[in-house]
């Protein structure tokens, strides 16, 4: 009798508390969603009607398409337990090339757009040989290179800015994605539609298809993943191979976003990507993560610069306030993989 009531005490339901952290484990989307939801309560309040006015907030997905983008090709590495601190230096090489191809040798501005991507495909294959064949540590990869492209984008740029009025004489295609339409009091750039896109590509691309599921495979563990099959170098070197593309794409959405070509732009979309995504619920040690958790950990960080910005607060913080969410979300990651265990 005893052993039935054993029996029957561990097959009953889980706690409800347990259930609850299972749930936020197997869909780290959840946290981020709660969080923004509850940003856009508290700046209901202490902003009032500015906040929701349909044009701000257009504004706020203006400001987040670049690091948005960026963060997509940053998900893609730390999905397999990796980090690339060279995705700002990719995005800043591949505008500056995509303007002097134009400008200096008189490419036809298509052509120039084309190299200027693939420049951004031949740094991340760049980082993905290091990383697969020579088997260095990613960080120290990229870190390495993030040196070599921010020399080459000196190196290329001679340290001068193209300024608009010359970008629009000699390349308005550069300038393209910059362009807003108008829906009501809204603006939407298509930079920010082409960012949306992408998005809902790779989303189908990590949950559809067999590459996806091989990617988060190789995070959760490379050595399990090579075992059963999977080829995790190729695997790998495609991973930074796509981000590189992406970042170079990125390049071309920061032209139209700025409306010029500086060497000095993006200077901390390494850090503000790195940001979105793991406020967007995606783990540092690979294997868990999804594409809407970056863009909702993209819309959080402007979200929250905005609101704090319309609130009249100092910059310093909104730098706080980041911070906090950061070191916040890290923690949550913690808890839900000991949970896991």
């Known amino acids: 009798m005893a052993s039935d009531d054993i029996a029957s005490f561990a097959s009953g339901p889980a706690p409800v508390s347990k259930r609850i952290m299972y749930m936020l484990h197997g869909n780290p989307t959840i946290i981020p969603l709660v969080v923004l939801l509850i940003g856009i309560a508290i700046f209901s309040v202490i902003v009032g009607d500015r906040f929701f006015h349909p044009f701000n907030l257009s504004l706020v997905l203006q400001q987040v398409t670049i690091i948005g983008t960026v963060a997509l090709a940053q998900t893609l590495i730390i999905l397999t337990a990796g980090i690339d601190l060279s995705v700002g230096a990719i995005l800043v090489l591949t505008s500056v090339g995509m303007g002097r191809l134009a400008l200096d040798l008189d490419m036809p501005p298509g052509l120039a757009l084309a190299l200027g991507v693939t420049v951004g495909s031949a740094c991340g294959a760049l980082n993905g040989f290091f990383v697969t064949l020579i088997r260095l540590p990613p960080f120290i990869v990229t870190l390495g290179t993030w040196s070599v492209f921010n020399a080459l984008i000196q190196l290329w740029s ?22 807003a339409m108008r829906m009501g009091a809204a603006q939407v750039t298509i930079g920010s539609i082409m960012m949306l896109l992408l998005a809902a590509f790779l989303w ?26 999977i080829n995790t170098r190729r695997v790998l070197f495609a991973v930074y191979l796509i981000a590189g593309t992406i970042c170079g794409l990125a390049g071309w959405l920061l032209i139209g976003r700025i409306g010029a070509v500086s060497p000095l732009g993006g200077q901390m979309t390494n850090l503000d990507s790195i940001t979105a995504v793991v406020i967007g619920g995606t783990s540092l040690f690979g294997g868990r993560g999804s ?10 960080v402007g979200l929250f610069r905005n609101g704090l910005a319309l609130a009249g607060l100092d910059v310093l913080w909104q730098e ?3 911070g906090f969410l950061i070191i916040l979300a890290v923690s949550v990651d913690q808890w839900l993989r000991r949970i896991a265990n």
Do not use: C, K
Not at 164 to 179: D, N, S
Not at 204 to 229: K, Q
């Open 204 to 229: 189908y691309m990590l949950n559809r298809t067999a590459f996806g599921r091989h990617i988060y495979a190789v995070g959760d563990d490379e050595t399990a993943a090579r075992l059963s099959g």
């Open 320 to 322: 706080f306030t980041i």
């Open 158 to 179: 001679g340290g001068q800015t193209i300024r608009q009025q010359e970008i629009e004489a000699a390349a308005p295609v550069l300038q393209w994605t910059g362009h």
């Open 291 to 300: 594409i809407i958790g970056t863009l909702l950990g993209a819309l959080i």
